[in-house]
């Protein structure tokens, strides 16, 4: 009898934890349902985060603490530590001979400007944001810190401070390195942090700029945003994309930052890890337009 009486306890036992497995799977599916519906839509992005500017309530959050390669998104740490070092945007640069050497070996993305060319730090900037040019890029880190080296260290300091835990960089351009990291929460930290800055969000939300004249090009040189050249529109329901840097490596999908208005709300959302790359579908675009125009 104690036999039998010990396995209907046992049986009733198991009932019990099988009833509440199913519970808890059935809970999960329909939380799962109810955050699709209420503006969550699937991405083709590894990773993503969504943020209220002002609030910096966070609406979609999709592995974002998740170790990332930035690509050229590092490109927004260079534009802001340029800023706060370089109070003259009229400054001449002399950008040296040696600095292309690494940046044609490594095949990286220019804004075409040559060496020797004197060009004013407001230029530099644009050059690195808009077209994503890394002779921007390094000319920025060459006059700050006389070293692309010397200014990779302000970098990880900036990193320190606004609170991008788990950031570090190596270089000032975003080109491959298994030591140059971030994840998209300290990404959107940064971004939030720069845009701040009057002139920083200028140069974010360009969509065209072209330089004054040059020792080199008399006529300067016209950049236009490399976002704004591929996204089909601005415009999404009941407001427009407002600015943004794309990013692209092997190791780190297609990327993008941007910044968008909607029913009088700015937010900011960034995606690393969309398959493809220039020449394939924008996934990462496509993402920004689906979650801009789906949410609420």
Not at 30 to 48: C, K, W, Y
Not at 66 to 93: G, N, R
Request: aromatic share 8%; charged share 20%.
């Amino acid at each position: 009898m104690k036999k039998k009486r010990k396995m209907k306890k046992s049986v009733k036992l198991l009932t019990v934890l099988l009833v509440i497995a199913v519970l808890w799977v059935a809970n999960l599916y329909i939380n799962d349902q109810q955050r699709v519906t209420q503006g969550e839509p699937e991405l083709h992005s590894s990773n993503a985060i969504l943020v209220d500017l002002k609030s910096k309530k966070v609406m979609i959050d999709k592995q974002s603490e998740m170790k990332i390669y930035p690509a050229s998104l590092t490109k927004m740490m260079t534009v802001i530590v340029a800023l706060e070092h370089l109070p003259d945007l009229e400054q001449q640069v002399t950008l040296p001979f040696t600095m292309f050497n690494e940046i044609q070996a490594a095949n990286a993305s220019v804004a075409g400007f040559t060496a020797q060319e004197q060009v004013s730090v407001r230029d530099l900037l644009y050059g690195n944001m808009l077209p994503s040019g890394a002779d921007a890029s390094v000319g920025l880190a060459i006059a700050v810190a006389g070293s692309e080296e010397g200014f990779v260290k302000l970098m990880n300091d900036k990193a320190k401070k606004v609170g991008m835990n788990d950031t570090h960089f190596m270089n000032a351009t975003g080109l491959h390195d298994a030591e140059h990291y971030s994840t998209v929460k300290d990404l959107s930290k940064l971004l939030r942090y720069a845009l701040k800055d009057e002139t920083f969000y200028e140069v974010f939300t360009a969509q065209r700029y072209t330089t004054s004249a040059t020792n080199i090009h008399p006529n300067g040189i016209t950049f236009t945003s490399s976002m704004f050249d591929k996204l089909p529109t601005a415009s999404i329901e009941g407001g427009t994309i407002l600015g943004g840097k794309t990013g692209y490596t092997d190791k780190a999908g297609l990327c993008l930052a941007s910044l968008a208005e909607k029913n009088d709300r700015k937010y900011i959302f960034i995606t690393t890890g969309a398959p493809g790359d220039h020449n394939t579908e924008q996934f990462h675009l496509i993402d920004a337009m689906t979650v801009y125009n789906q949410m609420f």
